[in-house]
């Protein structure tokens, strides 16, 4: 999309990814009255430094967020990359929810980083989201990623 990708199915959804600055976790509901049902949220994601993205989304989360709760109990989730940060939709004025607005729906397990892979972490999110240094360390932050099952792609 946009000239910055691989043409075809795999270049839109590397674009997706490497472009998309949040998506949408859908998770399995771990608590109260709505346990055992689907809970979603939007998050900040990156996939990489700047200039190194992998495909792999990282997230800055914190216990204190419901969804995360839910992820601790039960890893299985889906991320929805809606094409709304690209500008094919703007440019050919076309509402983010038209069909021809690509998604990217990835599912797999949320897992925590490991120590190895912190730094590389940090990297990815505060490259792309420098602000969230700033956000309240009492929240106990930490990071997770999603280890990829299946990729669904959109594109019509």
């Excluded at 998050?43 to 839910?70: A, C, E, Q």
């Excluded at 729906?105 to 989201?129: C, D, I, N, Y």
Aim: hydrophobic share 35%.
């Amino acid at each position: 999309r946009e000239g910055g990708g691989a043409p075809g199915r795999a270049g839109t959804a590397r674009f997706l990814a490497r472009h998309n600055s949040w998506g949408f976790v859908a998770t399995r509901a771990a608590r109260g009255k709505i346990q055992g049902m689907p809970y979603g949220n939007c998050l900040l994601l990156s996939d990489g430094p700047v200039n190194n993205s992998t495909g792999i989304p990282f997230f800055y989360v914190t216990p204190k967020d419901n969804t995360v709760t839910d992820l601790l109990k039960n890893p299985m989730a889906s991320l929805t990359l809606p094409e709304a940060d690209g500008n094919f939709c703007r440019k050919n004025v076309i509402d983010p929810e038209d069909p021809r607005c690509a998604r990217l729906t990835l599912t797999g397990q949320m897992v925590t980083v490991p120590p190895e892979e912190v730094e590389f972490a940090k990297q990815a999110m505060f490259s792309r989201h420098p602000v969230v240094r700033k956000w309240p360390r009492s929240y106990e932050w930490f990071f997770m990623k999603m280890n990829i099952e299946h990729i669904w792609l959109q594109s019509w």
